[in-house]
Every structure is written in C-alpha cells, then in structure tokens.
C-alpha cells in the first residue's frame, strides 16, 4: 500500500486533540467513485475535499476537509496527483 505523511500548516483541532500529520494512502478505484479523475488533477478543490475523507489516517470529517488550509489542501492535492500517475510517468519526471 502506497502512502504519504503530509505535516500540516494548520493544525486541526478535533475536541482535545490536535491533529498536525495525516497519513495519505493510494486510493482503489472504488474510493474514486463520483470524483471525477480530470477534476483531482487539476486540483479541484471540491474533488479533493471528497476523495481525503475517504484515503486519510486519522479520517478527516468533511467539515475538517472544508476548514483545510489552503496550502494544506495544495500540499494532499499535489500527494494525490502523484498516486494516480504510472510508474513510468513517475519514472521519467523522477517522482517519489
């Protein structure tokens, strides 16, 4: 399983606890459904704002998704990109 650790700008805070590192992982096809893949690669706010509830540890509520930096929601949106390129893609633009 591919994953990423974004540190966060702007911490959230969920009650007591704050959240400052969430974990991405590579989705699976059904994770994607209803997101439209043109919308997530050209960082659509409203598709990435779906798709992080769904492939992020700790699981972020959607209003959290919502109230996301802006720079923290760029930071996960560039990290997904990247999940849905090829490994040849990858490999010619030496991506991580």
Known sequence: ???TQITLDTPIVRGDTTIDR??????????????????????????LIALLPRISDPTL????????????????GTEIVSFLLTKAVKAEYQIG
Not at 24 to 47: F, H, Q, V, Y
Not at 65 to 70: F, G, I, M, N, S
């Open 22 to 47: 969430i974990t991405l992982r590579k989705p699976s096809s059904g994770e994607l459904r209803g997101i439209s893949l043109a919308d997530l690669t050209r960082l659509e706010a409203s598709a």
């Open 61 to 76: 509520l959607a209003e959290e998704a919502r109230r996301l930096d802006p720079a923290d929601l760029m930071q996960c």
């Open 1 to 3: 399983m591919t994953t």
